[in-house]
């Protein structure tokens, strides 16, 4: 399964910004897509989660901000991000997993990330 992520780039605090996600190869077994972001000198950390079931997670700092949408006919993904904060600013990935259940940290397959930076 390969991973590409795009849509990222640089946006004014308060502003908004969308990135999509799109896996190819064997993606029939995919139930979990995610997306995360690491910043410079932090850990990576999970965004928010969807499964092909519907069910949708977000962390709480992105509640009401962010919203998740998945499109599994075309295996996509898209993180709709809004009202972004200069803490936003990270390298963002998106993942995939042919796990039965979505855990944060089985996630099987990584693309190599888009820069999201959010200006003051």
């Known amino acids: 399964v390969r991973i590409v992520e795009s849509g990222g780039g640089v946006v004014q605090d308060g502003g908004s910004l969308t990135l999509s996600c799109a896996a190819s190869?064997?993606?029939?077994?995919?139930?979990?897509m995610a997306w995360y972001r690491q910043a410079p000198g932090k850990e990576r950390e999970l965004v928010g989660m969807?499964?092909?079931?519907?069910?949708?997670y977000y962390e709480d700092f992105v509640k009401g901000r962010f919203t998740i949408s998945r499109d599994s006919s075309k295996n996509t993904l898209t993180l709709q991000m809004s009202s972004l904060k200069p803490e936003d600013t990270a390298m963002y990935y998106c993942?995939?997993?042919?796990?039965?259940?979505?855990?944060?940290?089985?996630?099987?397959?990584w693309g190599e990330g888009t820069q999201v930076t959010v200006s003051s």
């Open positions: 993942a995939a997993s042919s796990g039965y259940v979505c855990l944060r940290d089985n996630m099987d397959y």
């Open positions: 190869g064997n993606t029939m077994a995919l139930n979990c």
């Open positions: 969807t499964s092909t079931y519907g069910n949708t």
